[in-house]
C-alpha cells in the first residue's frame, strides 16, 4: 500500500481540527510539532499541547490512519544540533520521544531538521542507529523529513547511516529558489530547465542513488509562493520582480490563491517545461500546484517506485482538492 501522508499544524488546531481531517485521502498524519527543551533534551510539552496531542491520536484512531509525532527545532534552532551531539543527550531525547509516543499512542516518530549542518551529520545518523533500536520493541514508525537532495551543499551530506535507520524518509520537494526576490520561480517545479540540479526530479534521482525508491515520500505543497512584478506585461516564470507579493511573507495557501484568482480576475497559466502553475493580475504573481501538477508529480513518484507522498499542510486547501489527485 503507498504511503500518503499530510501534516497537520497544532498551530491551526481552532481552525481546523483535528477531527475534521479528511481520511479518504491518507493513510498517514503527522503532527508538527512538539519542540526540544534545550535545557533537558526532552520533549516541551505545554498543558495545551497535551490536549492536542490527544485529540489528534483519538481522531487518527477513528479515521484508522496511523499517526506520527514530527519533533521540530523551534523555538530554539540550535535545540537539535546540541541534542545530537553526545550519546547522553541524545538518550535523554530517544527516552522522552518515545514515551511521549507511547503515552498518547501514536504509531511513529518523525523528526523535522531540515538543515543540519556538516558538523551534525556524524551525530545525525549516530541519532538515528540509536533511535531505531529503542523504537524496535515498541514497534514504533520512524522517519525524517529531509531536504531534496542528499547533498545539502559541498560539504553537508546525509549519513548512510539514517536511510538504514528509518521506514521511510519525507523529502521536502519544493521552495526551491524562494529567496531570491528579484525574480519569479516556480516553488515546487518537477524539472528546471535553466537550473536542472534544483528540482524534484533530480532531488529524488539523487536520493535512489543511496537510498531505497521504497523509503522515499515526496513531498508537495498546499500553498503558493507569490512575487511582486517589476512589469505587469513581463509575467513568465523567471521574470523580473522588486519583492514578495501578497500572502504572508509571500505564501499563499492554496483555498487563498483560488480566492484571490477569482476576486482578482487573475490569468492562469501552466508551465509544462517545469510541470507548474502561475497567475498574475496586475503586478502580484503566484506559482502554485494545481490538480493537474500534482496529478503529473504524483505519477512520476509512482513510476520511480517511491513509498509515496507527503502534503504541507492541512488546512491549506479545505476542500483536500489537491490530495483527491493523488492515485498510487
Known amino acids: 500500500m503507498a504511503l500518503k501522508g499530510a501534516y497537520w499544524r497544532s498551530s491551526e488546531a481552532e481552525r481546523f481540527p483535528p477531527s475534521t481531517i479528511n481520511a479518504d485521502f491518507f493513510t498517514h498524519i503527522f503532527y508538527a510539532t512538539v519542540s526540544i527543551d534545550p535545557r533537558t533534551n526532552g520533549i516541551l510539552l505545554s498543558a495545551t499541547e ?7 491520536t483519538t481522531a487518527a484512531k477513528q479515521k484508522h490512519l496511523k499517526s506520527l509525532l514530527s519533533i521540530g527545532e523551534a523555538p530554539n534552532q540550535n535545540a537539535l544540533s546540541t541534542m545530537a551531539s553526545s550519546t547522553n ?76 535507520n528509518v521506514d521511510f524518509l519525507n523529502v521536502v520537494c519544493y521552495d526551491y529558489e524562494i529567496e531570491d526576490t528579484t525574480k519569479t520561480a516556480a516553488p515546487a517545479l518537477l524539472t528546471n530547465p535553466s537550473n536542472p540540479s ?10 535512489i542513488q543511496s537510498v531505497p525508491a521504497k523509503k522515499l515520500v515526496m513531498g508537495l505543497p498546499l500553498y503558493g509562493r507569490t512575487w511582486e512584478l517589476q512589469s505587469p506585461s513581463n509575467y513568465k516564470i523567471g521574470a523580473p520582480a522588486i519583492g514578495y507579493g501578497p500572502g504572508n511573507d509571500g505564501l499563499m ?50 513510476n520511480q517506485g517511491l513509498a509515496g507522498y507527503f502534503f504541507w499542510a492541512l488546512g491549506m486547501d479545505a476542500a483536500c482538492t489537491l490530495p483527491a489527485k493523488g492515485s498510487f
Open 253 to 302: 495557501e492554496y483555498d487563498a490563491i483560488l480566492k484571490y484568482n477569482n476576486d482578482n480576475g487573475a490569468a492562469v497559466e501552466t508551465d509544462g517545461r517545469t510541470v507548474s502553475t502561475y497567475s498574475h493580475a496586475d503586478n502580484d504573481w503566484i506559482g502554485y500546484d494545481t490538480p493537474s501538477t500534482v496529478g503529473t508529480k504524483v505519477k512520476f513518484a509512482k
Open 89 to 164: 543527550s541524545r538518550s535523554n531525547f530517544i527516552n522522552s520521544s518515545i514515551e511521549i509516543a507511547t503515552t498518547y499512542d501514536f504509531n511513529g516518530l518523525d523528526l523535522c531538521w531540515k538543515y543540519p549542518k556538516s558538523k551534525d551529520m556524524e551525530n545525525f545518523g549516530s541519532l538515528f542507529q540509536e533511535w531505531r533500536e529503542a523504537t524496535t520493541e515498541k514497534k514504533l514508525l520512524l522517519s525524517a523529513f529531509v531536504y531534496f537532495a542528499p547533498r545539502i551543499d559541498a560539504c553537508t551530506v546525509y549519513p548512510k547511516t539514517l536511510a538504514d
Open 198 to 207: 534544483k528540482s524534484t526530479s533530480s532531488g529524488i534521482t539523487s536520493w
Open 50 to 56: 497535551k490536549k492536542r496531542l490527544r485529540d489528534f
